[in-house]
Structures are given as structure tokens and as C-alpha cells.
């Protein structure tokens, strides 16, 4: 698989419960891939508090041990919010390929978000794929991704 992060790293993916179902099925999909994945939880659809597996989920992938991360949740919001506390982390919700590729060119993201309450899965996994096979553009916007750090 062409990809532009180092899959030798497991990819890190966390969720809550509305994301269970679906974080279930992308592990079993990157496992095809002969990827290996860090699975940060929830370990069931009942109910529990995101955080609590955004921020693990984040820190790994801030850490530079995880290739990038996958996280989960209804909306993809919370996850988001969450995990973009985090001073390395570009987590970016994402709805549609072209936006999973866009956040990839143009915002180097390294963590993809994905809404389990208003997706299908196939949309999610084509967009997890687009998301693992687009290069960061750099030029004007490494310029632009350089300035979103808080000081």
C-alpha cells in the first residue's frame, strides 16, 4: 500500500460507544491490510465518556509512536475537540473523501475523525483510505499549519 505515514507504527484508534460498532470493523479492515492497530477502547456500546478514549488515543499519536490516529464518536465533534487539546495533534472531523483528503494536502492532519452516527461505513473506510494515501502539500500551507500551535 502506497501511504505516505510509516505503517511500520500501529495505527492508534479510540472511541466511545456510538463509535464501538464501527472502531470494531476498522480494526478488522486494517488487520486485512496487514496493518497493525492500538485499539484505546471503549470495549462495548455502553455508554461511557469520550474523552476518557480521545485523549489516550491522542497522546499516542503526539507521541510518534502510533502512524496517525482514527477516532470515533456520534458526531465526530467531541472526539475532535478533545483530541485537538492536544499541542501536536491536527484531528479533523470528516464527512466526505474529499475532505479527508483536503485535511490531509492542505492541514497535514494526523488524526481523522469520523461521525459513526452519520456516515455509513463504507464511506468511512474509503475515507479512512483516502486519508492514509494523501501527502501534506506543504509550500503556502506548511506555512499556515506552523502557525496553529498556541505559544
Known amino acids: 500500500m502506497d501511504t505516505i505515514f510509516d505503517l511500520t507504527k500501529p495505527v492508534a484508534i479510540g472511541c466511545d460507544h456510538a463509535g464501538f460498532e464501527y472502531k470494531e470493523a476498522i480494526k478488522k479492515w486494517l488487520g486485512d491490510r496487514g496493518l497493525q492497530v492500538k485499539d484505546f477502547g471503549t470495549t462495548s456500546p455502553d455508554s461511557v465518556d469520550y474523552p476518557d478514549f480521545a485523549h489516550p488515543t491522542a497522546s499516542f499519536v503526539e507521541s510518534g509512536e502510533a502512524a496517525f490516529g482514527i477516532l470515533l464518536c456520534g458526531s ?11 499541542q501536536h495533534i491536527r484531528a479533523a472531523l470528516c464527512w466526505q473523501g474529499e475532505v479527508a ?21 463504507p464511506l468511512a473506510l474509503d475515507m479512512i483510505e483516502v486519508f492514509m494515501n494523501t501527502p501534506f502539500e506543504g509550500g503556502r500551507h506548511e506555512r499556515r499549519v506552523n502557525k496553529m500551535a498556541c505559544m
Open 76 to 86: 465526530a465533534n467531541g472526539v475532535a475537540m478533545t483530541a485537538n487539546k492536544h
Open 101 to 121: 483528503k483536503v485535511v490531509r494536502q492542505h492541514n497535514d492532519a494526523n488524526i481523522i475523525c469520523l461521525p459513526a452516527r452519520f456516515v455509513a461505513l
